[in-house]
C-alpha cells in the first residue's frame, strides 16, 4: 500500500468522478484507475462502485476512507515536524470562517503569515460556525472563526472570545424605513425577511430575539452568504439582520439601528491537539499560545 494510492482514494471519493481525480492529482485517468484497482486486490474489496452515470464508495471503500484520510495526515504532519525542526515552517494550513466575520482582518493577518511562512499551503472554507467546529473536532480544519449567540458557545475545542456585536438591519436605499434612524423588532417583524437556514448558529440569534419579544416574523428567502442577502435586499425583495461590524463592507444598502436587536459573539477555535507546526504559528501572529487550554 502507497501513500499515492491513499491520495488517489481520497480524491475520487471527494469528486465521485475519476476524471476529476485524475485532474485534481496531475496524473492521467489510466494511471489513477490502475492504481486503485491495484490496491482493491491487495485488499481483497472493492472500494468504488462503478456505473457509467456515476462513482460511489462502497460499505468497505466507505470505512477505509476515514484510515486513508489519517495516513495522509500523519505523513504530511512527519514532514511539516522535520521542517520545523530545522526551522522552516511546511505543509498546509486549512481555515475555516464564516461569511461575515469581521473581528479579525483575515486578509492582513494571511499577509503577515505569508511574509514569514512562504513554504505553508493555505486553504480556507466558509461554512456555517456550528459546521465549522465540528471539522475542527474532526481535524478537516485546523483554526476556525465563527460567530454564535451570545446564550452558546463553543464545545470540544479550544476558543478565544474576539468581540461581542449587535445585529443591525439592512433594506434597501428606497425602503419606507431607509429614513429612519433607529428602528424595534416589532415594526421588523412587518416586513419580509431574507436570512441564513433555519437552526444555523447565524439564524438562531434572531429567531430568538424575535421569539423572546412574542414576535414572528416572515423569513420568505434562506441563503447561505451574506453576499446574496446583501443583493436581494439591494433589489428590495426583503430586509435582513446583519453584524454591525460587518455592514460597512456591503454596498446599495441602508443600515438602520435596531433597538432592542439580538448580539452574536465572535470566537476564532483551534483544535486541543494533533495541529500542525503552521496552525500554531497562525494562531501566534493573533497573540494566542495554541497549546493553552482556553
Keep these: 500500500m502507497e501513500l499515492q494510492q491513499l491520495r488517489y482514494v481520497v480524491a475520487v471519493a471527494e469528486t465521485n468522478n475519476f476524471t476529476r481525480a485524475a485532474e485534481r492529482c496531475h496524473v492521467v485517468q489510466s494511471a489513477l484507475s490502475h492504481q486503485i484497482a491495484r490496491l482493491e486486490r491487495e485488499l481483497g474489496v472493492r472500494l468504488f462502485e462503478r456505473t457509467s452515470r456515476r462513482v460511489r464508495l462502497t460499505p468497505a471503500g466507505a470505512a477505509f476512507l476515514p484510515a486513508a484520510r489519517q495516513c495522509l495526515d500523519a505523513a504530511e504532519r512527519a514532514v511539516a515536524e522535520v521542517a520545523a525542526a530545522v526551522g522552516e515552517l511546511r505543509g498546509r494550513l486549512a481555515i475555516g470562517l464564516i461569511p461575515t466575520v469581521a473581528a479579525v482582518d483575515l486578509p492582513g493577518i494571511l499577509r503577515d503569515f505569508r511574509r514569514r511562512h512562504p513554504s505553508v499551503r493555505i486553504s480556507l472554507r466558509v461554512g456555517a460556525s456550528e459546521e465549522l467546529v465540528e471539522q475542527v473536532k474532526q481535524g478537516a480544519i485546523e483554526v476556525a472563526f465563527l460567530g454564535l449567540p451570545t446564550t452558546a458557545r463553543p464545545e470540544g475545542v479550544n476558543a478565544r472570545e474576539l468581540a461581542r456585536d449587535r445585529l443591525v438591519a439592512v433594506v434597501a436605499p428606497e425602503h419606507p424605513l431607509a429614513a429612519e434612524s433607529a428602528v424595534s423588532l416589532r415594526r421588523l417583524s412587518a416586513e419580509v425577511f431574507v436570512d441564513l437556514p433555519a437552526r444555523t448558529a447565524g439564524r438562531i440569534q434572531s429567531d430568538q430575539a424575535f421569539e423572546a419579544a412574542g414576535l414572528v416574523r416572515d423569513v420568505a428567502f434562506e441563503v447561505t452568504t451574506a453576499y446574496l442577502m446583501s443583493r436581494l435586499v439591494?433589489?428590495?425583495?426583503?430586509?435582513?439582520?446583519?453584524?454591525?461590524?460587518?455592514?460597512?463592507?456591503?454596498?446599495?444598502?441602508?443600515?438602520?439601528?435596531?433597538?432592542?436587536?439580538?448580539?452574536?459573539?465572535?470566537?476564532?477555535?483551534?483544535?486541543?491537539?494533533?495541529?500542525?507546526?503552521?496552525?500554531?504559528?497562525?494562531?501566534?501572529?493573533?497573540?494566542?499560545?495554541?497549546?493553552?487550554?482556553?
Design 234 to 294: 439591494e433589489e428590495g425583495l426583503a430586509v435582513a439582520m446583519l453584524p454591525s461590524a460587518y455592514v460597512p463592507q456591503l454596498t446599495g444598502v441602508t443600515t438602520i439601528q435596531v433597538m432592542d436587536a439580538p448580539a452574536r459573539v465572535e470566537y476564532v477555535i483551534w483544535s486541543r491537539s494533533d495541529r500542525m507546526p503552521a496552525a500554531d504559528a497562525f494562531l501566534a501572529l493573533l497573540g494566542i499560545d495554541a497549546g493553552s487550554q482556553e
